[in-house]
């Protein structure tokens, strides 16, 4: 596999698929986080301190065809103030930069269109539903013109640099599909993909004990294969958020209104089944924060997990539980976090899960623990408890990285690695 640590790009044009689907301010239509494009810079500026071009390539938002208010044309500004006032060019059209390639000049940085305005780049044909008799010609369509529009992508450029770990999960026209028009020694991962994988790998196979991992989040569906996959490594399993509820009521426990997925309630046994099974500590919350509505302005009292009272709904962990979570994480050698603890969004419900941004970003400083965040909320919370630099690695892609952890293959990684 080529590294691109060791490649030199001088005279080469490299395309690099970035992950700049950044959120815009409402009301301003400024970037309001930056955070990808910051992740995107290390690759960036070697291609062109190395003396090559880079052709920047990514998607933002949920494009289903041209649509100015997802333009990539609104983060020009950003992407040049990260580089420190470097001009960067842009083309209107991805399918369209012939023009705009061959005028490109080594040490230059040009920034092609929307990728998604084209539904090639998702390879799924639009405005057709799938229950419709002629969808499946039409996916067979679709896959394809996709082929076309990633040899197009691909025709612009000498080397293909995949640097957005965001959509690795995904085999779209720029992740994963263009990699076959190229050798092998001219494709290659980013910087950043790079740090995804070596601090995911470094968790799943090198993990030094004890290996606590800290599922939250609303629904015990989501992260069950994760859970499942993650029962043969780990020491503790800590459950917070939504899901608590599916499991207590699994085993007879009175939990009023909480989030509840009736039709999961076999998993949650078999869950904790296994779990004691394979030696695993799992712990549920003992003590919860309730409301008597989903609503920041809601009535509070606190009950045993187990005994939410009648017409009130846990929406938190409370002090009993942040207790003995922060205990057991600051006693981990290695943490894996994904999910907050409650709703934390709301004020009166953020506690727990600040109290745990809290407690791991102790045990990395004072227990030499190695910290893997992931996961849009968690990732907010550690931000918004000005943690980032205070944990071992906050993952930038929410859904790959649970894919990843999970066992899964990814497109956007095997495309390069080859598995
Ligand atoms: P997820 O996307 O599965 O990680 O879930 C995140 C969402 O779960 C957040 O929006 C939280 O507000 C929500 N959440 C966390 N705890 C609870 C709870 N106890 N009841 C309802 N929703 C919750």
Excluded at 377 to 394: P, T
């Amino acid at each position: 596999m080529t590294v691109i640590d060791n490649f030199n790009f001088k005279g080469l044009k490299a395309i690099v698929r970035v992950d700049f689907n950044v959120p815009l301010n409402k009301e301003t239509g400024k970037v309001s986080d930056d955070t990808r494009i910051r992740g995107a810079l290390p690759t960036i500026k070697k291609i062109v301190e190395d003396g090559g071009a880079a052709i920047l390539m990514s998607h933002m938002g949920k494009a289903k065809g041209v649509d100015p208010k997802l333009s990539l044309s609104q983060i020009i500004y950003k992407i040049e103030e990260n580089l420190g006032g470097k001009k960067v060019l842009f083309c209107d059209d991805c399918m369209k930069a012939d023009e705009a390639v061959k005028n490109l000049k080594m040490g230059e940085i040009l920034l092609l269109e929307n990728l998604r305005f084209y539904a090639e780049e998702e390879g799924k044909p639009r405005g057709i539903d799938k229950e419709d008799p002629n969808y499946d010609a039409a996916k067979k369509e679709m896959k394809a013109k996709q082929k076309d529009f990633a040899k197009k992508l691909a025709s612009y450029a000498d080397v293909y640099v995949n640097d957005a770990f965001g959509t690795a999960h995904r085999a779209h026209g720029s992740t994963a599909v263009i990699a076959d028009y190229f050798t092998e020694d001219k494709k290659m991962f980013g910087f950043l993909i790079n740090k995804e994988l070596t601090a995911m790998d470094k968790v799943l196979n090198e993990a030094q004990r004890p290996f606590t991992a800290i599922m939250g989040g609303a629904k015990v569906s989501d992260k069950i294969a994760i859970i499942t996959n993650l029962l043969d490594r780990v020491d503790n399993l800590i459950i917070g958020g939504g899901m608590t509820y599916t499991f207590v009521k699994a085993m007879g426990g009175q939990i009023g209104n909480s989030l509840c997925e009736a039709d999961k309630l076999d998993l949650a046994k078999e869950i904790l089944e296994k779990a004691k099974a394979k030696g695993v500590k799992v712990y549920l919350p003992t003590d919860a924060v309730n409301a008597d509505k989903f609503d920041k302005d809601a009535n509070t009292n606190i009950s045993a997990t187990d005994k939410t009272p009648d017409g009130w709904m846990g929406l938190d962990i409370a002090d009993e539980t942040i207790k003995t979570y922060s205990e057991v994480i600051a006693s981990s050698k290695t943490v894996i976090w994904n999910g907050p603890m409650g709703v934390f969004e709301m004020d009166k419900f953020a506690k727990g899960t600040s109290a745990v941004a809290q407690a791991v970003a102790k045990a990395t400083q004072d227990n030499g623990a190695f910290t893997l965040i992931g996961g849009g909320d968690s990732v907010a919370a550690i931000n918004k408890n000005k943690l980032a630099d205070k944990v071992s690695y906050v993952s930038t892609g929410g859904g790959a990285m649970l894919e990843y952890m999970e066992g899964k293959v990814l497109p956007g990684i095997k495309a390069i690695r080859g598995c």
